[in-house]
């Protein structure tokens, strides 16, 4: 949790490395989850990247309360099974 914390004040501070090593560490989970639950390939990319510039969209008000992970699961991929 503590690099998640690191990489997202880099990434505050515009340090795309930092969104890259996010989208590497977190990437394969996302991709995996998104893919058993939409059972559709290019819509789980989709749905990932999404997940990814929602990240952006939210950084700069984003506080963990736990881990990065349990940002990028829950909701986003959720949702976008419902539709």
């Not at 795309?16 to 819509?43: C, F, M, Q, S, V």
């Not at 990247?49 to 940002?71: E, Y």
Request: hydrophobic share 40%; proline share 4%.
């Amino acid at each position: 949790m503590l690099e998640d914390r690191r990489l997202l004040r880099r990434l505050r501070h515009g340090d795309k490395d930092a969104l890259r090593l996010i989208y590497e560490k977190h990437e394969g989970d996302l991709l995996t989850l998104a893919g058993n639950l939409l059972h559709d390939p290019a819509t789980a990319e989709d749905v990932v990247q999404d997940v990814f510039v929602a990240l952006v969209r939210t950084v700069p008000r984003l506080r963990l309360r736990r881990t990065l992970r349990a940002f990028l699961v829950p909701i986003r991929i959720t949702r976008h099974n419902d539709t």
